[in-house]
């Protein structure tokens, strides 16, 4: 008897993982179809880190948008930052867009200035780890940079955020706290060093975008456009 007890609870439990999984995937779907509507045919998109299926349980929440406008027939190529020191947009990011035929363009994350003043960035989506009420975005380190870029060169700077990365306990930005890394990611790669022995390293793993930097956040109900903490308030009513 507890055996068939404790094969019913795994039956459930694996049940419910399954329904986890597709509803994670409807809702990457349903923000990929909103977001799709924001990028023109042509648009040549940066991104930072990974927020694509490698990230999530499929599809994705920024690559995810990248993807259904490419499903719907819109020709988008791909900047990808390489994201330092952990390089998620090397190793991620430019693998899955190979992988799809999606066009991938690999950069430094010091280039992305470079390519907007020279007018080759149309737009940015970037996905998040958590967003405060007031709508200030935390993702991996040096997305504030990007955004920062993209208000001087005039360029619509887009975050993918399901709702439940919405933290409307969280007041502001400034609330998130934002996790230090080991200093080996910084000063070398395994047993090779390129930083001089004694140098004092930081290594914040995060930062935090402002509200009054992001475009729109792109999420399962709808494009939220200059995201305030009303505005974020009534996605949930």
Not at 66 to 89: M, N, Y
Not at 138 to 149: E, H, P, Q, S, W
Request: charged letters at 25%.
């Amino acid at each position: 008897m507890k055996e068939q007890g404790n094969a019913a609870v795994a039956q459930r439990l694996l049940a419910e993982a399954h329904e986890v999984l597709a509803e994670d995937i409807r809702i990457n779907r349903t923000m990929g179809v909103f977001g799709a509507e924001l990028l023109p045919d042509g648009a040549r998109v940066l991104t930072h880190c990974n927020a694509g299926a490698l990230a999530t349980a499929g599809h994705g929440t920024a690559l995810g948008v990248i993807r259904s406008a490419v499903e719907a027939g819109k020709k988008i190529s791909v900047i990808a930052d390489e994201t330092r020191p952990f390089l998620q947009g090397a190793r991620l990011t430019a693998w899955e867009m190979v992988q799809e035929n999606i066009p991938v363009t690999l950069i430094t994350d010091n280039m992305a200035g470079f390519m907007m003043s020279r007018g080759e960035v149309d737009a940015i989506v970037v996905g998040t780890d958590r967003v405060a009420g007031n709508g200030d975005v935390a993702n991996k380190i040096g997305t504030y940079m990007v955004a920062v870029l993209a208000r001087r060169h005039n360029i619509p700077f887009y975050v993918a955020c399901p709702l439940s990365t919405i933290d409307r306990a969280i007041n502001s930005g400034a609330d998130i706290p934002i996790e230090e890394r080991s200093a080996d990611e910084v000063k070398g790669f395994r047993d090779y060093r390129w930083a001089a022995e004694g140098v004092q390293i930081r290594n914040p793993s995060f930062d935090v975008t402002p509200a009054e930097l992001v475009t729109a956040l792109i999420t399962e109900r709808g494009v939220v456009h200059q995201p305030d903490r009303d505005k974020l308030s009534r996605l949930f009513k």
